[in-house]
């Protein structure tokens, strides 16, 4: 890797302004100071050191975001804010994306990551990832619904979707709503408000709870993010294996 990318990469700014560190002679390499960024390093044996400050360098980063409603599922976006506009400067630089989108209007769980093997093991259609969601819905479900989503339900583009689970966790009958969880195995776009228009029903408010073995944090606030914890690492390096 190139040294101004790398410099760049851990947090140090643009490439211009990393060159004026190199120009101010205040970046060594194993103690050897450099004069030029275009030289390639090893991060993992090679030692960096800004202003006699060691870099340690991570190579993927792995966040968990609760995606607020309002904000786009995009790297970037001239008129809406984005996921990526949620991070902190320094968590932007290793350009992560999100992995999967969330619809504008719906909020939960979203993974942040630059690690674009394990982004494509969990989008994958071959591994049918699990995807829970709750949702509050304008009408009253019951067991019609819960049998066809259960047969299957064919959109109005004719995407046939595999079964689904759905669980009504409550109905309100004077206000003619149902709360209910659903677990789907595509990602189809809108793929949750299309299921319920399929059965006559329209989606109020939707939130994802998990994707694959990765659940929400109830502890993260809407607009928060944070690091994988180990475990939640060891299970999703085993999940997409």
Known sequence: MRLDKFLAHTGYGTRKSVKELIKGKKVTVNDLTIKDGKIHINPEKDVVSVSGKAISYQEYYYFMLHKPQGVISATEDKVHKTVIDLLDTNDQVSNPFPVGRLDKDTEGLLL???DGSLAHE???PKKEVDKCYEAIIDGIVGGKEV?????SITLEDGFVCRPAKLSV?????VEQKSSI???IHEGKFHQVKRMFEAVDKKVLYLKRLSMGPLVLDDELKIGHYRPLTVN?????KEFTK
């Open 112 to 114: 942040l990551t630059n």
């Open 181 to 183: 969880q659903v677990v």
């Open 147 to 151: 049998e066809a989503f259960e047969r």
């Open 122 to 124: 969990l989008l994958s």
């Open 232 to 236: 939640e690492m060891k299970e999703l």
């Open 169 to 173: 966790l409550s109905t309100d009958l």
